[in-house]
């Protein structure tokens, strides 16, 4: 539950309140809105009737119920606003327009010559023009666009450099200079990032505050949310976890490193032990050696892993999802079995600690189209805090 602040100062912060209790509880009445959030009958008045207006909100009509005329109840809209996504990879982009929802109105994808800043500004631009025609929508009614690139930003000498990354973005603001290119509010994350973003908007993290995803793409990387916020670290870099090391002078790792949990758990590990690409439901049918092999090796790195992230973060949950066809990443959860004891080792969990993603193939471009719609949907808990740190007006970062 979303606890809304009376002060007045933070009212954009309540606003993202009483949408995530909208969100949240499907359909829902103005009183039970104030009795969730503990905001006033008058506040929720005031923003449910700015959020009417903008179209953000839509009455859901009046359900029968008991005695008496029964309140009207309001739901998100879902064509109240629209979304951008994007994947900008070494030769290729994908852009996909998506409304409140998350469902897919247009996509398009294409070739890219020159993967630089220079390069992609003005195509992208042109891409997105075209996006929006295609499906008949307005700019005016685009709330903004998430961008997905390889990491890491800002940094030299670390794993994505090689044939996966993208030249010319290390030095330059992405955000920024992606924003005045398209003249639009852009937000720029890794894909494990913007995955954990859509498992908690649409998936099997709706309910949860603080968890962590182990996503399987074309590395592995961790997806945090903490306190109901994608963390980043300081330089967008948290996460990199295919880079720890799970095996002391274990198999050798392109990053320059030895016994990273890329060379056991990856996609491309898995690639690679099967000699090419396969038909992951007949190996699974077969109980191919291969593949087996392949489970329990990943199965003990990812336990080690698993260890470590819960103690290191106290999540309320651990979800595997990403590019990993489901029914391996089902494999994987059974084959971890018991999971050590770590602070998450508690009776009475309403929870699993391990869960497998319901978003299913959500592409990155995907991921990245619910940045925005978080950033307009969730509340920023710490934007109220340092609204009552610094007695003014706050201005959350994301
Ligand atoms: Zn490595």
């Not at 020159?114 to 929508?137: F, Q």
């Not at 592995?220 to 306190?227: E, N, P, R, T």
């Amino acid at each position: 539950m979303a606890i809304g602040n009376n002060s007045g100062k933070t009212r954009s912060y309540n606003r993202r309140v009483v949408l995530e209790t909208v969100r949240l509880q499907g359909t829902v009445s103005r009183t039970e809105i104030a009795r969730r959030t503990a905001l006033t009958t008058q506040a929720v008045s005031n923003i449910t009737a700015a959020l009417l207006a903008e179209g953000l909100l839509r009455d859901a009509g009046r359900r029968r119920s008991g005695r008496g005329q029964p309140p009207i109840e309001y739901e998100v809209n879902p064509d109240g606003g629209f979304t951008i996504g994007v994947e900008i990879g070494p030769r290729f982009q994908q852009s996909v327009l998506v409304n409140l929802a998350g469902r897919v109105l247009a996509s398009r994808t294409s070739a890219v010559d020159d993967p630089t800043p220079a390069g992609i500004g003005p195509c992208l631009r042109r891409e997105i023009d075209a996006l929006l025609e295609s499906a008949g929508v307005a700019r005016a009614a685009i709330l903004g666009a998430g961008v997905v690139m390889p990491g890491p930003f800002g940094i030299e000498g670390l794993s994505s450099v090689g044939p996966t990354a993208v030249p010319g973005w290390l030095a330059i603001d992405a955000a920024a200079f992606l924003g005045e290119a398209l003249g639009m509010p852009v937000l720029v994350e890794n894909d494990a990032t913007a995955a954990a973003v859509g498992e908690r908007l649409h998936g099997v993290a709706r309910e949860l505050r603080d968890f962590c995803l182990v996503h399987f793409g074309t590395g592995i990387g961790l997806g945090l949310v903490l306190g109901g916020q994608p963390y980043t670290g300081a330089f967008g870099n948290a996460g990199e976890l295919g880079h720890v090391t799970v095996e002391p002078r274990g198999r050798p790792c392109p990053c320059g490193g030895q016994g990273c949990l890329e060379c056991y758990a990856s996609l491309h590990s898995l690639a690679e032990q099967l000699g090419g690409a396969a038909d992951v439901d007949a190996l699974i049918r077969d109980g191919d050696p291969r593949f087996n092999a392949w489970i329990d090796i990943a199965a003990e790195k990812l336990l080690i892993m698993v260890g470590i992230l819960e103690n290191l973060f106290d999540p309320e949950a651990i979800v595997f999802g990403g590019r990993l066809p489901d029914a391996v990443l089902d494999r994987l959860i059974a084959r971890i079995g018991p999971l050590p004891n770590t602070v998450s080792h508690r009776s009475g969990r309403s929870v699993p600690r391990l869960l497998r993603g319901t978003t299913g193939g959500l592409t990155p471009a995907l991921g990245a189209a619910a940045l925005p719609v978080f950033e307009t949907l969730t509340p920023d808990f710490g934007a109220v805090i340092r609204a009552r740190d610094t007695g003014g007006s706050s201005h959350a970062r994301r």
